[in-house]
C-alpha cells in the first residue's frame, strides 16, 4: 500500500515537470515574439526556464532564438543612441551553440512556434555574425580568439556545405592565415588543403597552396594546384599571372615569353595587367620587353605608381645582375672587364635611381621601394632626402 501512495506521488511530481516544462517555453516565446520583451525573455529564460532543463532540446532551441534576438536587440538600441554600451556581447555566440546543442540533443527538433529560427538557419544565420567577430579578432591580431570563433563558424556552415561553400572556403582561409600569423604552418597548410576541396571561386586559396609549393620546388604539385586554379576561375588575373610564374619556375622562356605576349595584347589598355605581365619578366630577366610594355602602360597612366616602380626594378635588376658579373671578374682577376662592367653597373643605375624617384614622389609611402630608393642612393653615393631617411629609420625600428 505504501509503494504504490509513494509511486503515486513521484507521478505526480513527474507529471508537474513535464508540465511546466512546455508552460515555461510558451511564456518565454509569448514575451520574445509577441511583445517582443528581448531582455525581459533572456532573465526568464535564463532564471527560469533554463536551469534542471538542460537536457530538452525544445529549450535549447528557444534558448537560442532569445539569443540571437538579443544580439539585434542590443545592435538595434546601439544604432539609435551611439554611447550606448552593449550588455551582453557573446549572444551570438551563446545562440549559435544553443542552436548546435539543440540538434545535438535531437536531430529532429522542430520550432514550437513558426516566428522563430530552426536549428539550421538559426546556426547559419548566427555563423554570418561570428565571422564578423572573428575577422575584428583578426584586425586586433587576436588569432587565437579568431581560430575559436571561425572553429564555430565553420561547424554551423557544414550544416549546408554545398549553399555555404564560398563562405566555408572563406572562413577555412582566413582560419589558415590565423594559423599562419601564430607560426603554425601545419594547420595553416590543412585549412588551406580543406578550402580547396569545396572548389570555390576564390582565387587566393588556390594560390597561396601553389605558393608553398614553390617553396618546396613542388613543380609537380604547383602545376596541379595552378590547374584547379584556372577551372574554378578561369578569367581571374592573379592566375594568369600564376602561369607566367610557373613557367618561370619550371625554366620554360619560350612559352613564358608567348604566354606574355599573349596576356598582354589581351590586355594592353590595362595597366594593372601589363604591370603583372611586365612583373614577371623583370624577374625572368627579359628586361627589355618588360620596358617596351611598361611603357605602352605609362602612355595610358604616366603617373600610375606600380609601372614607374616596375620600371625601378627593371633597372635596379639588371644593374645586380652587372654587379654580379664584377664580383665574378675580380674573383678571376680580371680587373679590366671587371671594370667595364662595373661601368655598366653605374650606368644602368643611374636610370634606375631616376624611375626610382618619379614613383616615390608619386607615393612616398611604400615601404619596399622606399628601402630600393634607399639602397640606389647609397650605391651610388647620393645623398639621401631627409624625409626618406627618416622612413627608413621608422622601418628600422619595427
Not at 62 to 83: C, G, M, T, W
Not at 176 to 204: C, F, H, T, V, W
Not at 366 to 383: C, E, F, K, T
Amino acid at each position: 500500500m505504501k509503494k504504490t501512495f509513494l509511486f503515486v506521488i513521484l507521478f505526480f511530481f513527474a507529471g508537474q515537470l513535464l508540465i511546466a516544462q512546455p508552460a515555461c517555453v510558451k511564456d518565454v516565446i509569448y514575451a520574445l515574439v509577441s511583445k517582443n520583451e528581448v531582455p525581459r525573455a533572456r532573465k526568464m529564460m535564463e532564471e527560469q526556464c533554463f536551469p534542471g532543463n538542460e537536457s530538452s532540446a525544445d529549450v535549447w532551441l528557444v534558448r537560442a532564438n532569445v539569443f540571437i534576438r538579443l544580439h539585434e536587440h542590443e545592435l538595434a538600441r546601439q544604432k539609435e543612441d551611439p554611447k550606448y554600451q552593449i550588455r551582453w556581447p557573446d549572444a551570438a555566440i551563446i545562440a549559435n551553440e544553443s542552436f548546435y546543442k539543440a540538434l545535438e540533443i535531437k536531430s529532429d527538433v522542430k520550432v514550437p512556434d513558426p516566428r522563430l529560427l530552426d536549428p539550421k538557419d538559426g546556426q547559419l544565420f548566427s555563423a554570418y555574425v561570428i565571422s564578423d567577430m572573428a575577422g575584428q579578432a583578426m584586425d586586433k591580431r587576436d588569432y587565437a580568439e579568431a581560430i575559436r570563433l571561425l572553429n564555430m563558424v565553420i561547424r554551423s556552415y557544414k550544416v549546408d556545405p554545398r549553399g555555404q561553400a564560398r563562405y566555408l572556403a572563406y572562413a577555412y582561409l582566413d582560419l589558415s592565415n590565423s594559423y599562419k600569423s601564430m607560426g603554425d604552418e601545419e594547420n595553416s597548410r590543412k585549412m588551406l588543403l580543406e578550402a580547396a576541396k569545396l572548389n570555390a571561386p576564390i582565387p587566393d586559396i588556390y594560390l597561396s597552396l601553389y605558393d608553398l609549393y614553390k617553396q618546396e620546388n613542388d613543380t609537380v604539385k604547383a602545376g596541379e594546384i595552378l590547374q584547379h586554379a584556372r577551372k574554378v576561375a578561369p578569367e581571374d588575373l592573379d592566375v594568369k599571372g600564376y602561369e607566367l610564374d610557373f613557367l618561370a619556375m619550371v625554366g620554360d622562356s619560350v612559352k613564358l615569353i608567348e604566354a606574355a605576349l599573349k596576356m598582354f595584347e589581351q590586355y594592353k589598355d590595362n595597366p594593372i595587367v601589363i604591370n603583372i605581365v611586365a612583373g614577371h619578366l623583370v624577374n625572368n630577366k627579359q628586361y627589355l620587353l618588360a620596358e617596351e610594355m611598361i611603357n605602352t602602360g605609362l602612355a595610358i597612366d604616366p603617373n600610375n605608381f606600380d609601372l614607374n616602380q616596375q620600371m625601378t626594378y627593371r633597372y635596379f635588376y639588371e644593374a645586380a645582375d652587372y654587379e654580379d658579373i664584377v664580383e665574378d671578374l675580380k674573383k678571376q682577376r680580371k680587373f679590366t672587364p671587371a671594370t667595364v662592367a662595373l661601368e655598366k653597373f653605374n650606368e644602368i643605375l643611374g636610370v634606375a635611381v631616376i624611375w626610382a624617384e618619379k614613383a616615390y614622389n608619386i607615393y612616398n609611402d611604400d615601404a619596399q621601394h622606399n628601402r630600393m630608393y634607399g639602397q640606389i642612393l647609397v650605391r651610388l653615393a647620393m645623398p639621401v632626402p631627409e624625409e626618406l631617411q627618416e622612413k627608413l629609420n621608422s622601418y628600422r625600428k619595427h
